[in-house]
Structures are given as C-alpha cells and as structure tokens.
C-alpha cells in the first residue's frame, strides 16, 4: 500500500491527505464547502473553519485518507468504542474502529480508525480500496448469512486486527459489527475470512476461490 501525502495547516489543526486512499465519498466536500473545494487550489483551506469543525467532517471520511492533528490543545481523533464493518453494494467495505492491519507475518501495516477495504481484488493499491471496482463491474453484494456469526453483545469491542494472508483472504480477529442494508445491523466476535480477490460465492466471507484464479495481493 503506498501513500501520497499532502499537508495543510492553520493555526488550530494539521490535516494530511492521502491522495492514493482516496475514493471520492465527497463527505468532506458535502460536510464543510468552505474548507473542502475541490475547484479551488488548494482545495483544504483550513483557515476558513475552526478546527474543531473541520476535525468532525473528517471523522466521517471513510477511507482515512484525510486524517487531523489539533494544535490548538483539543483533543484528536480516538477509536470508536465498537469496530464498524460496512458492506457497500458493489464496492468496498468501510471499517471504523480500533484498527490494525497486518501482514501474513503479523507486521504491522497500518494502525487507523478508518479504512476503505478492497473487495473486488482489482485495487492497484490492495488492501486499500483505489475505485477500481467501477471498472471492473463488480457485483459483490451485502447480504451476510448470521447463521456463520454468532452474535455477541459487548460494550466495548478493543482492537480488530485485520491479517492479510498471502495471495489470500484477511483474517478477522476481534470483536465487530457487521452492517449493510440487507443485514442491518449485526455483532460478532467469530474469527472469518473476509474475500480479497473478488471471486467468492459466499461474498463478503472467502471460500478458496483465491487459489484457482491466481489472486495476487
């Protein structure tokens, strides 16, 4: 996964932006237009909104590639007390949370509390969601079988480790709530195997199709 990274500052707040995580949700464009504007140059201009504002609209990017530091003495951006997975029809998943991404190795890749995952396994930027799967036409639906998950009801759920097997799925541990607009809303804390390589019949969950098209990733 490469990083892209752009800086802009104010006196209240450093937002950095990572071009390559970047998807285009147009949440922060949507969320405060006087700071997001993609017709300007440059298109952050966090002078014109206090930080604390524009540290709420970026907490809603679901990608991380806008992240913030205030330095006014406000407080930055801590996990949410419950790891979100959110099934997108046809495209990725979003997680928030208390994230880590690993290796096969179990290096750390990435420590975030939002991240874009790629589902269709076309990402030229894996496991980060780059918008390929518009072009690729993926259909990857999110209806999930809760028969698999068996529910648990926790108030606090601590870190997910997202590990990426070699050429392979990525192995959830911890605890989680799956939510799409078929499933709704539903916790679990059952080790899966989440699909990278776009090619299961059991979508999201992996079922080995990875080997026979020769996934890499």
Not at 2 to 15: A, F, T, V
Not at 21 to 26: K, L, N, P, Q
Not at 27 to 42: A, M, Q, T, Y
Not at 207 to 212: A, F, L, P, Q, S
Request: with cysteine; aromatic share 6%; hydrophobic share 30%.
């Amino acid at each position: 996964m490469k990083e892209k990274i752009h800086i802009y500052k104010s006196d209240d707040i450093k937002i950095t932006y990572d071009v390559n995580r970047c998807i285009h949700s147009a949440k922060c464009v949507k969320g405060l237009p006087r700071v997001f504007d993609s017709k300007k140059k440059p298109w952050i201009q966090p002078e014109n909104a206090p930080g604390d504002a524009i540290a709420r609209v970026i907490e809603k990017c679901p990608t991380g590639a806008l992240q913030y530091k205030m330095l006014n003495g406000e407080a930055n951006e801590k996990p949410p007390s419950k790891n979100r997975i959110i099934l997108q029809e046809n495209g990725p998943a979003y997680f928030f949370g208390d994230l880590e991404i690993q290796d096969a190795d179990g290096n750390v890749i990435l420590r975030d509390t939002r991240f874009s995952y790629c589902r269709c396994g076309q990402s030229k930027n894996k496991p980060a969601c780059d918008n390929s799967h518009i072009e690729a036409e993926f259909k990857g639906g999110v209806r999930v079988d809760r028969a698999r998950l068996p529910e648990s009801k926790e108030t606090e759920h601590g870190r997910l480790i997202i590990k990426l097997m070699k050429n392979g799925p990525a192995l959830l541990e911890g605890s989680y709530r799956i939510e799409s607009a078929a499933v709704g809303q539903h916790e679990s804390k059952k080790n899966i195997a989440l699909c990278r390589c776009g090619g299961s019949a059991n979508k999201p969950f992996c079922d080995g199709t990875h080997r026979k098209i020769g996934f890499e990733g």
